[in-house]
């Protein structure tokens, strides 16, 4: 079983900043891409940022400049560090991961429960 926690959510005021984090647990062979969602009531989930299994990270066009993505393959870890948040930042935050369980196996997706940001004016 594989299950991706994040942590890290909460509420800041328009301007600050706030670090989440995702933990991978579970029997893992690898980890490929991994990346941060975000969803807003009546949205659709949107990209924030992804991250390559070699280090090469992408950002939505909406936090360019303001977010950064990383992860930590040692710890099985991948963050999201936000800064200059804006309130339209507000939304249920969910980490993605490309996991392979096994040498026979081939990568699937998983996903965490997500992690509430709120971003007051």
């Known amino acids: 079983q594989v299950q991706l926690v994040e942590s890290g959510g909460g509420l800041v005021q328009a301007g600050g900043s706030l670090n989440v984090s995702c933990t991978v647990s579970?029997?893992?062979?690898?980890?490929?891409?991994m990346a941060w969602y975000r969803q807003t009531p009546g949205k659709q989930r949107e990209l924030v940022a992804s991250?390559?299994?070699?280090?090469?990270?992408n950002d939505a066009d909406s936090v360019k400049g303001r977010f950064a993505i990383s992860r930590n393959d040692g710890k099985k870890t991948v963050h999201l560090q936000m800064n200059s948040l804006k309130p339209e930042d507000t939304a249920l935050y969910y980490c993605n991961a490309g996991v392979v369980v096994s040498i026979w196996d081939y990568d699937r997706n998983y996903w965490g429960q997500g992690t509430q940001v709120t971003v007051n004016p």
């Open positions: 579970g029997t893992i062979f690898s980890i490929n891409a």
């Open positions: 991250i390559t299994s070699t280090g090469t990270a």
